[in-house]
């Protein structure tokens, strides 16, 4: 079974600072592909990068970046400038290919919030 | 707007009850996902449909069901209803088909046993 591990319950930012959320994953697949969705106080369930496991390089997004280490099962999100829309919960998600199901594994999330 | 529509928005019921949650996926997308988020749980897949066939099944209580219908339009149906299950439940569509494709998640129904 896949587990997906934030470590950091709670986290405030000043305004224009940058960020950084950690997420540790465990799994014995070799495909999969990793997530970190937003959720603000609305509620809605938004993607904000993705990366696939086979891809070296980071991904990144305007101000959101990734730092993924495969080897040490490691996938921290970097907000850069932070704006006080950044506030919201954000979720490290994981999904191996299995039979066309791309289902998500979540981790418990990070609270977030920018401070003006 | 994710396109993903979710009715009701809200629903507050009472325990042993019986509810129906609705979910249309976005226009040419094949499967739906059901997913709850609970304060004790957190977020965890339920179940899929792809073109009305059950695809993956996660940690859904046999008192929940889930189908699918020729308008790709799904249910999740909740039965025997007990405090635990008040939860936010997502539903989420994905076009298919085998390769990736970001999922999409509806605005939730926010369910409320009392």
């Known amino acids: 079974a896949q587990t997906v591990t934030q470590s950091q319950p709670e986290m405030s930012v000043q305004e224009a600072e940058t960020v950084t959320l950690s997420c540790t994953y465990d799994?014995?697949?070799?495909?999969?592909?990793l997530f970190w969705y937003k959720q603000p106080p609305s509620r809605q369930m938004i993607l904000v990068i993705r990366?696939?496991?086979?891809?070296?390089q980071n991904a990144t997004e305007n101000r959101f970046s990734v730092n993924f280490q495969k080897a040490a099962k490691s996938f921290s999100l970097k907000i850069s400038d932070s704006q006080l829309g950044d506030t919201a919960m954000y979720f490290c998600?994981?999904?191996?290919?299995?039979?066309?199901?791309?289902?998500?594994?979540f981790g418990k999330g990070t609270k977030l919030s920018v401070i003006p | 707007d994710s396109g993903v529509t979710q009715t009701p928005k809200h629903l507050i019921t009472a325990t042993g009850q019986r509810v129906t949650l609705r979910c249309s996926p976005r226009?040419?997308?094949?499967?739906v996902y059901w997913y709850q988020q609970s304060l004790d749980q957190g977020l965890q897949f339920l179940i899929q449909?792809?073109?009305?066939?059950?695809?993956a099944k996660g940690n859904i209580l046999e008192r929940f069901s889930a189908q699918q219908f020729p308008d790709l339009h799904s249910e999740l149906n909740l039965s025997s209803l007990e405090l635990g299950d008040s939860a936010l439940y997502f539903c989420?569509?994905?076009?298919?088909?085998?390769?990736?494709?970001?999922?999409?998640f509806g605005p939730g129904t926010r369910l409320t046993v009392l």
């Open positions: 990366q696939e496991a086979y891809k070296q």
């Open positions: 449909y792809y073109n009305g066939e059950e695809r």
């Open positions: 799994t014995s697949e070799s495909n999969y592909y």
């Open positions: 998600a994981f999904a191996i290919s299995g039979a066309g199901s791309y289902q998500l594994t």
């Open positions: 226009s040419g997308d094949l499967s």
């Open positions: 989420a569509s994905e076009g298919g088909g085998g390769i990736y494709n970001e999922q999409f």
